[in-house]
């Protein structure tokens, strides 16, 4: 990390090196590495794509991110016990309450699915269902910060900054970790902490009022400042030239920097974004059966289907890691009434965006997680919601590696603990890293004389997964 | 739908007026002090009324059925006497008020469903609500043990936090010439113990450019950099302490300090959530915040006034409006308007209230004990119920204005002293007779929709069903809708004038409730579960002595009294905390709403206390704390890089030199318009949302009716159709996002529609308590300061302003460094500008611009990137 920058390269040499793809980042590493032996010495930028440990089974990763902890009982956790024992309180808070919609076996592999998904459920043989989820805490953000960081305390870098790490990534003009509507204040889940900043996740298509933007615009989702009005691209260039000698001036002055360094390659970053990202952004070039196919015409599925399009595009496009998110699964009570609509909205999306994957012939090595970051009780809480649940629940991934029409782990009889094929977060994030090729005890970052990994001293690969 | 009855304006106490704006139903119906029923009472109940109830209605509503449609339930006592989201069902004693009542005889309401009850069934529900609906369905109060004992209270407090800070003797150090004050005594020692020592001095330029962005959050301009730096260069504490007292004067102190109040108090203008609807009169309370830092209020006081302005004792109705509009604290939080059941929003709402007041205030989560003992401190539940007692039997008056999609709308607070500006707003009384005609013509409308509504209704029922008598059902259902809320916003806009046809001046806020009630304990935090009753007090583990509250009152004023002092281990900590982290980059505890025990431990666990103990010793001065840092010889460290110190201490918890750090949001733009020339000092009236008046947010847009006063005509024809709309009101939109020359802080705070200068920059989130923001490094930053329509146009205007400066690119390139960066240029810098001015090749050579065009266009470009460069938005 801490390479010194008192190192000066004939003008020449630099200007040609920044207008060059990579620019300043391919610069400054050739530079760094003519300093300092490195390693890792092949890699001359630190977004260039890597040789994972060993082989990979998963190129990227589209993680469907559910906020609010969706209830594994009413969806993808089928309880014939809990139906039995509806209604008596035992060890209990509240008293059990059977899920109110009914469960049918799905597909060749007969996975038990909710009948609130049926979309997903035509695509049963794909899902490798982890019925053993548990994580520390059943409170949101902690349990949030967990999912994404692996550790609630301290701030730690994201499981897409460690993936983007670990890779880098295959389209230099986007970023190679992109989170489409991110709820604001959530950063820490897409951040980098330690790592440089360029392993950190973008947001794209903005939270809250600017979600409603990204599902109105008819064309897919505009950029923000994405174009320069008046400047041509050589003018921008030439500017691009000044702003980063004076940066990198001010590296030099200052020496250890972290902050300047990741806006010296945030800005090259940006500069190649200008061009990648308005095509990108545009689905106008889909057509209606792909919308369709993604619910992007129905008005309950619109919004979340254009999420899942957009994380198709991306990941097709090269980009590593792919977040996208959907809100609302806290159900504290009126679960008959929201419950269902929550499921609606992300039903036919995600099932469209496994047949879309799987027609292009994506899915092999496109990782789909789908996860929040706790599950609900069995008992029930104000007449007809759940309560949090963090000791047992249920994920699930499908694709890049994983069996598909499985399930591992379970359950105890009414759904509130794992018992079986118990997977922890730390685990859950071994086994992610694990289908990239990486081995999480071996990726590490040194900092502030430490060895950091995303697992900390944690984490077993489910290996009974693995395709 | 919300079913909203509208009263009349009714005074309360020291004259104080309480414009039922657009008053919601109180929630809460006075419970009758429990009795033993009679034999002949239960008697009714179970062989009349609750046999009805079963078959009849709770398949909707009971929690057997899961069912709670329109948020009511009928299977408890309290279910029926909380009721819905439209009110009470059962109101003892009286029909009119009883919900259940109009409903089953299928007035406002057609229950059940498609279906009357037979005349014998409504007559008895008739004699029992009569005869005070007597039900022995009294769900049995469970009576929830603590697992945190007395003894474990006793010992929490010996935890650090919960401990009285008091004045440490100051330690010895080696170096001691180097310490100017007791704060440099105290990180020395640390430095010392660690085998560090302090960086060097920074030079003048650093430091004048430190003072000024972390006082007024503007940068210095070239004649008070080139004046400090003589100055500074004789003696660098003269110098400072010459700077500091000038700054500490200067009105943007208080735009700037206020800000970080702001950002704790999740300041905001609109309510955020799904159906997002404006605060047109937040804005009171930001121009009370920033004026309370300028007159440099005690922060006792200030925090008082927080929690309860309205009941401290006021010397003028000047300072009573200052301190009622501090309680728009309490009423500024983000709101589910939507929410169905009313019972679920205000325990939200008291537990919002809850949560800010002990997070800001005391650095600790009271809120974390609301569905079981607090799991990490020593914070039982019920000290979470004896807190929240305090908020149940206070009312909060945050307006909003009533639609259909706003189940939960509430009415404001009247100014003792009436805003000047609204003067001009005045309707004379032909205008206001206008109103009112049109209000009883809307009225009458209302009326007849009713009737007609209720006659659709029983002709359907009594007949089978034909289509077009559903399409007549359902065409009456819209009438009425319309007419109810046609007449809401008339009689809205009625009561926003007094008699004189002056508009009053409405302001965010709370009271104390008329009668008080006593809390019960939720089991779970579930409203349904209640527990044993609970006394309304302060977390115990926090008090050295109980604080008594009185019976009759809802505590409020003991809270504001006991939270506002040094009777508590932890105000005065947490606030100089939150100023040295200002100051300094980190707290001394990094965890600025956390001191309980998952927070961090304090870095200079004596420092703090020292600093904690002089706060109050100098009357809570926050000026004087600041002057006390910024003088400090630790406050003028370089920010200078060392290898031996970053690897003993990566984090610089040691303070071994200044953090150097990014520049917020605010200060980034506020510094591009003063570099430019465009900055507007002075304050605007009100905000851009102030101006619209109430209204909905919608995509980035305020979708308005006119605030008060600015409606002309009264014909209600050729309106769009769009809720919200009453008749005789024009409707508006503004954009939110607009060019503004204006302060940051003055932009307009909307929920979810930040402004993108501020949002690109990692501004607070409105719907949190934000004691530290983010410092986030992204490509979009990147986009912004190279596509941006602002920033292209402000480096016009900074070119602009150079070329009139200088005349020669050298000497303008000099200038424009210095002006952005606040120092000279470097050779570096001059070489690099050099290579872009040969390098840039101007749009459309060779035609016939000339050639000041080409120098401006050239320069512009220059600029922004100056301005784009890294040490514009780093301090050093």
């Known amino acids: 990390m801490n390479e010194q920058h008192h190192?000066?390269?004939?003008?020449?040499?630099?200007?040609?090196?920044?207008?060059?793809?990579?620019?300043?980042?391919?610069?400054?590493?050739?530079?760094?590495?003519?300093?300092?032996?490195?390693?890792?010495?092949?890699?001359?930028?630190?977004?260039?794509?890597?040789?994972?440990?060993?082989?990979?089974?998963?190129?990227?990763?589209?993680?469907?991110?559910?906020?609010?902890?969706?209830?594994?009982?009413?969806?993808?956790?089928?309880?014939?016990?809990?139906?039995?024992?509806?209604?008596?309180?035992?060890?209990?808070?509240?008293?059990?309450?059977?899920?109110?919609?009914?469960?049918?076996?799905?597909?060749?592999?007969?996975?038990?699915?909710?009948?609130?998904?049926?979309?997903?459920?035509?695509?049963a043989d794909e899902l490798c269902l982890l019925r053993g989820m548990n994580t520390d805490l059943p409170v949101h953000p902690r349990a949030i910060t967990q999912m994404h960081t692996g550790n609630a305390q301290f701030v730690r870098p994201s499981l897409g900054a460690w993936t983007l790490y670990g890779l880098g990534t295959e389209n230099e003009s986007m970023p190679g970790f992109v989170s489409v509507s991110q709820p604001s204040g959530a950063s820490q889940d897409i951040g980098t902490a330690f790592l440089p900043a360029i392993y950190g996740g973008t947001k794209l298509g903005g939270s809250g009022g600017r979600s409603a933007r990204f599902r109105k615009s008819p064309s897919g989702t505009s950029v923000a400042d994405i174009k320069n009005p008046n400047l041509s691209d050589q003018q921008q260039r030439t500017q691009l030239d000044f702003i980063q000698r004076l940066n990198e001036e001010k590296l030099r002055?200052?020496?250890?920097?972290?902050?300047?360094?990741?806006?010296?390659?945030?800005?090259?970053?940006?500069?190649?974004?200008?061009?990648?990202?308005?095509?990108?952004?545009?689905?106008?070039?889909?057509?209606?059966a792909t919308l369709d196919l993604y619910g992007i015409n129905d008005n309950a599925t619109s919004s979340f289907g254009r999420q899942c399009l957009m994380a198709r595009r991306l990941s097709e496009s090269g980009v590593r890691f792919v977040e996208i998110n959907h809100t609302g699964w806290d159900t504290h009570f009126s679960m008959n009434t929201r419950f269902p609509q929550q499921c609606e909205q992300i039903d036919k999306p995600i099932a469209g965006l496994l047949k879309d994957l799987r027609q292009r012939g994506l899915l092999d090595d496109t990782l789909v997680v789908w996860a929040g970051e706790f599950g609900r009780t069995p008992y029930g809480q104000n007449g007809n919601g759940r309560d949090h649940n963090n000791k047992g629940y249920t994920t699930w991934m499908a694709g890049g590696g994983v069996k598909g029409g499985f399930s591992h782990g379970a359950t105890d009889e009414n759904g509130h603990e794992a018992v079986e094929g118990k997977c922890h977060i730390h685990d859950w994030h071994a086994t992610i890293l694990h289908l990239l090729g990486l081995d999480h005890t071996q990726l590490t970052y040194r900092y502030a004389g430490r060895d950091f990994r995303l697992t900390d001293v944690h984490g077993n690969v489910v290996k009974e997964i693995l395709s | 739908m919300a079913h909203i009855?509208?009263?009349?304006?009714?005074?309360?106490?020291?004259?104080?007026?309480?414009?039922?704006?657009?008053?919601?139903?109180?929630?809460?119906?006075?419970?009758?002090?429990?009795?033993?029923?009679?034999?002949?009472?239960?008697?009714?109940?179970?062989?009349?009324?609750?046999?009805?109830?079963?078959?009849?209605?709770?398949?909707?509503?009971?929690?057997?059925?899961?069912?709670?449609?329109?948020?009511?339930?009928?299977?408890?006592?309290?279910?029926?006497?909380?009721?819905?989201?439209?009110?009470?069902?059962?109101?003892?004693?009286?029909?009119?008020?009883?919900?259940?009542?109009?409903?089953?005889?299928?007035?406002?309401?057609?229950?059940?469903?498609?279906?009357?009850?037979?005349?014998?069934?409504?007559?008895?529900?008739?004699?029992?609500?009569?005869?005070?609906?007597?039900?022995?369905?009294?769900?049995?109060?469970?009576?929830?043990k603590s697992e945190i004992t007395p003894e474990d209270i006793e010992k929490g407090k010996e935890f650090w936090a919960f401990k009285m800070p008091t004045m440490p003797s100051l330690p010895d150090v080696a170096a001691g010439s180097w310490s100017d004050e007791p704060i440099d005594q105290f990180v020395l020692a640390k430095l010392e113990e660690n085998e560090l020592k302090p960086a060097v001095d920074a030079n003048a330029e650093s430091v004048l450019r430190r003072l000024s962005f972390d006082l007024v959050g503007l940068p210095p301009n070239p004649q008070q950099t080139a004046a400090f730096k003589s100055e500074y260069k004789k003696d660098p504490r003269a110098a400072i302490e010459k700077v500091v007292d000038d700054l500490l004067a200067r009105k943007e102190f208080g735009e700037r300090w206020g800000r970080h109040w702001l950002d704790l108090a999740r300041y905001a203008e609109s309510t955020g959530k799904e159906v997002n609807i404006t605060f047109p009169n937040a804005w009171r309370y930001r121009d009370y915040v920033i004026d309370s830092f300028n007159k440099d209020k005690p922060y006792d006081r200030f925090v008082q006034e927080q929690i309860a302005g309205d009941l401290l004792p006021a010397s003028s109705d000047a300072q009573w409006a200052e301190s009622l509009t501090a309680t728009g604290f309490l009423a500024m939080g983000p709101k589910t308007l939507t929410e169905?059941?009313?019972?679920?929003?205000?325990?939200?709402?008291?537990?919002?209230?809850?949560d800010i007041s002990s997070r800001v205030v005391l650095g600790v989560s009271v809120a974390c004990a609301r569905c079981h003992d607090h799991k990490f401190d020593p914070i039982p539940q019920t000290d979470y119920y004896a807190m929240s007692?305090?908020?149940?039997?206070?009312?909060?008056?945050?307006?909003?204005?009533?639609?259909?999609?706003?189940?939960?709308?509430?009415?404001?607070?009247?100014?003792?002293?009436?805003?000047?500006?609204?003067?001009?707003?005045?309707?004379?009384?032909?205008?206001?007779?206008?109103?009112?005609?049109?209000?009883?013509?809307?009225?009458?409308?209302?009326v007849e929709a009713q009737r007609e509504r209720?006659?659709?209704?029983?002709?359907?029922?009594?007949?089978?069903?034909?289509?077009?008598?559903?399409?007549?059902?359902?065409?009456?259902?819209?009438?009425?809708?319309?007419?109810?809320?046609?007449?809401?916003?008339?009689?809205?806009?009625?009561?926003?004038?007094?008699?004189?046809?002056?508009?009053?001046?409405?302001?965010?806020?709370?009271?104390?409730?008329?009668?008080?009630?006593?809390?019960?304990?939720?089991?779970?935090?579930e409203f349904n579960q209640p527990g044993q009753v609970v006394d309304r007090g302060l977390p115990q583990v926090l008090c050295e002595q109980p604080v008594e509250i009185e019976k009759r009152s809802s505590g409020r004023l003991e809270l504001a009294r006991?939270?506002?002092?040094?009777?508590?281990?932890?105000?005065?900590?947490?606030?100089?905390?939150?100023?040295?982290?200002?100051?300094?980059?980190?707290?001394?505890?990094?965890?600025?709403?956390?001191?309980?025990s998952t927070g961090q431990r304090p870095t200079h666990p004596q420092l703090l206390d020292y600093l904690a103990v002089k706060f109050v010793e100098d009357g809570w001065s926050m000026k004087s704390l600041i002057r006390e840092i910024a003088i400090s010889r630790t406050y003028r460290t370089s920010s200078q890089f060392d290898q031996k110190s970053f690897e003993v201490d990566p984090e610089n918890e040691l303070l071994w030199r200044f953090e150097p750090r990014r520049l917020e949001a605010e200060a980034i733009r506020d510094s591009i318009l003063m570099i430019s020339g465009d900055l507007q000092s002075e304050r605007p009236y009100a905000s851009i949302v102030g101006r619209s008046g109430d209204g909905l947010v919608r995509e980035g847009s305020i979708l308005s009716v006119a605030s008060p006063g600015e409606q002309k005509s009264m014909g209600g024809r050729g309106m769009r159709r769009r809720r919200g709309d009453g008749g005789g009101v024009k409707p508006s939109v503004a954009t939110i996002d607009q060019p503004s020359g204006h302060r940051s802080v003055y932009l307009p705070v909307v929920r979810d529609n930040v402004a993108r200068s501020l949002d690109v920059f990692d501004f607070a989130d409105a719907n949190m308590v934000v004691g530290k923001r983010e410092s986030s490094n992204t490509p979009d930053q990147g986009l912004y300061f190279l596509n941006s329509k602002f920033v292209i146009d402000q480096s016009q205007k900074f070119a602009k302003k150079l070329m009139q400066e200088a005349s020669e690119p050298q000497q303008q390139i000099r200038l424009g460094i210095l002006w952005a960066y606040g120092r000279e240029a470097t050779a570096g810098e001059i070489s690099a500008a050099i290579d872009f001015y040969q390098e840039f090749v101007v749009s459309g050579q060779g035609s016939r611009r000339d050639s000041s065009d080409e120098a401006l266009e050239k320069l512009s470009a220059l600029c922004q990137g100056i301005l784009a460069g890294a040490e514009f938005r780093y301090l050093n």
């Open chain 2, 5 to 144: 009855t509208f009263g009349s304006l009714q005074r309360v106490a020291l004259g104080a007026l309480i414009a039922t704006f657009f008053a919601g139903q109180v929630w809460a119906q006075q419970e009758p002090a429990p009795r033993e029923l009679s034999s002949q009472e239960v008697d009714f109940f179970e062989s009349r009324i609750r046999p009805v109830l079963i078959k009849d209605c709770y398949g909707c509503h009971s929690a057997k059925s899961g069912a709670s449609k329109g948020g009511l339930m009928v299977d408890t006592k309290d279910g029926m006497l909380i009721g819905g989201d439209s009110g009470a069902a059962i109101v003892p004693g009286d029909l009119d008020e009883s919900l259940l009542w109009s409903a089953i005889n299928h007035e406002d309401y057609n229950m059940p469903p498609g279906k009357m009850l037979s005349q014998r069934e409504i007559a008895d529900f008739k004699q029992w609500i009569e005869m005070g609906a007597p039900d022995p369905r009294v769900v049995k109060a469970a009576n929830i």
């Open chain 2, 562 to 596: 006991w939270m506002g002092s040094d009777a508590n281990p932890l105000t005065a900590r947490v606030m100089v905390n939150r100023i040295w982290q200002h100051m300094m980059g980190h707290g001394l505890v990094r965890t600025p709403e956390n001191f309980g």
């Open chain 1, 7 to 123: 190192f000066r390269l004939p003008r020449r040499q630099m200007l040609k090196a920044l207008s060059s793809g990579f620019g300043y980042l391919a610069f400054s590493s050739i530079a760094a590495a003519a300093a300092k032996d490195r390693d890792d010495s092949k890699s001359i930028n630190p977004l260039a794509p890597k040789n994972p440990h060993f082989k990979a089974r998963a190129k990227r990763v589209i993680f469907l991110c559910m906020r609010g902890g969706p209830s594994h009982l009413d969806t993808f956790d089928y309880k014939p016990e809990l139906i039995k024992n509806h209604g008596k309180t035992g060890a209990f808070r509240g008293s059990l309450m059977k899920s109110p919609w009914e469960f049918r076996q799905r597909g060749e592999s007969g996975l038990w699915i909710s009948d609130l998904l049926p979309e997903i459920g035509s695509v």
């Open chain 2, 340 to 354: 169905q059941n009313g019972r679920q929003f205000h325990l939200d709402l008291i537990d919002e209230q809850v």
């Open chain 1, 253 to 288: 002055r200052d020496k250890e920097q972290p902050g300047v360094e990741g806006m010296i390659e945030s800005y090259e970053l940006a500069f190649r974004m200008q061009s990648a990202m308005p095509g990108l952004m545009d689905i106008t070039d889909e057509d209606q």
């Open chain 2, 389 to 446: 007692g305090i908020f149940e039997n206070t009312t909060t008056h945050y307006g909003t204005i009533d639609t259909v999609q706003n189940r939960r709308p509430s009415n404001l607070l009247v100014l003792p002293v009436a805003d000047p500006k609204l003067a001009s707003k005045k309707i004379s009384r032909k205008e206001l007779g206008q109103l009112k005609e049109a209000l009883e013509k809307t009225q009458e409308q209302l």
């Open chain 2, 454 to 525: 209720r006659q659709k209704r029983r002709g359907m029922n009594s007949q089978n069903t034909k289509k077009q008598d559903s399409v007549g059902v359902g065409r009456s259902v819209l009438n009425v809708a319309r007419a109810s809320s046609k007449a809401g916003a008339l009689e809205a806009k009625l009561n926003s004038y007094d008699s004189n046809g002056m508009p009053y001046t409405f302001v965010m806020g709370v009271q104390e409730a008329d009668a008080m009630q006593e809390t019960r304990l939720l089991v779970g935090g």
